[in-house]
């Protein structure tokens, strides 16, 4: 999942961002208001974090504006105002939760999880793929009986592909939703990653997940397409995008 931080005050962006990636969210961050509308309208994100008093545009005028571009991204607040009517002023400017400051890092992450839960009509907290189960409190999964190691961003793109699933989603798609702005598109690090995945996902398994759709992207599902070529399934076969090596 990729989110867009607004904080001005460094050393909470800093916290909040660290405490995040660690937890396999790709973060931006950006200090003022102004650049927050700027970076919504360019990047697809699935959730925002906004912070009130900021520079320029405050968190109010910039939830506001966000909103009447169209954009329905969940939004929460953070802010050490915590008197019931600034409340009420932040969720009616478009925000979907408000935190006040100090939080607890745990209680942050709880947040955002219901509220990513939200558009897709309260998702129980695990999602299944055949006998793939991915728990998102946890950020672990398993295949049947066998638990599969990952790094933060190995899970970070197996549940992306996992909430698609079925669906084939592209080397752009992914990037915006796994990665952050400092990603490289001309880098093959989403083909490394895919492979990896394939390796401890589907290494020794009789019904393979993953596969590569060449020249269109990647489909985690239960049923695979039989007719695919068989290279496209193994953990060395070819992926779409460009053959630069990664320095990952």
Request: proline content about 5%; hydrophobic content about 45%.
């Amino acid at each position: 999942m990729r989110l867009l931080l607004v904080e001005d005050d460094p050393r909470i962006a800093h916290f909040v961002a660290k405490g995040l990636k660690e937890q396999a969210y790709a973060v931006d961050v950006v200090a003022n208001g102004n650049d927050a509308v700027y970076h919504v309208e360019i990047n697809d994100y699935d959730v925002l974090i906004l912070d009130v008093m900021i520079p320029g545009l405050d968190g109010f005028a910039t939830c506001r504006a966000i909103r009447s571009a169209g954009k329905r991204m969940p939004i929460l607040m953070l802010t050490a105002r915590d008197a019931t009517e600034d409340r009420i002023l932040g969720l009616d400017s478009g925000a979907d939760d408000y935190l006040t400051k100090p939080f607890e890092f745990g209680e942050l992450l709880a947040r955002l999880r219901a509220l990513l839960r939200r558009p897709s009509e309260l998702r129980a907290p695990q999602i299944v793929v055949g006998d793939l189960v991915l728990d998102t409190a946890s950020q672990t999964a398993k295949r049947g009986a066998r638990s599969i190691p990952l790094t933060a961003k190995e899970y970070a793109l197996l549940e992306f592909l996992a909430r698609n699933s079925g669906r084939v989603v592209g080397r752009s798609e992914i990037a915006e939703h796994v990665w952050d702005e400092s990603f490289d598109p001309f880098s093959n690090l989403i083909e490394v990653y895919v492979n990896r995945l394939r390796r401890k996902v589907d290494e020794g398994a009789a019904n393979p997940l993953l596969q590569t759709r060449r020249g269109s992207g990647y489909v985690l599902a239960a049923q695979l397409d039989a007719a695919a070529p068989a290279a496209q399934k193994s953990a060395g076969g070819p992926a779409p995008g460009n053959s630069r090596k990664s320095h990952a």
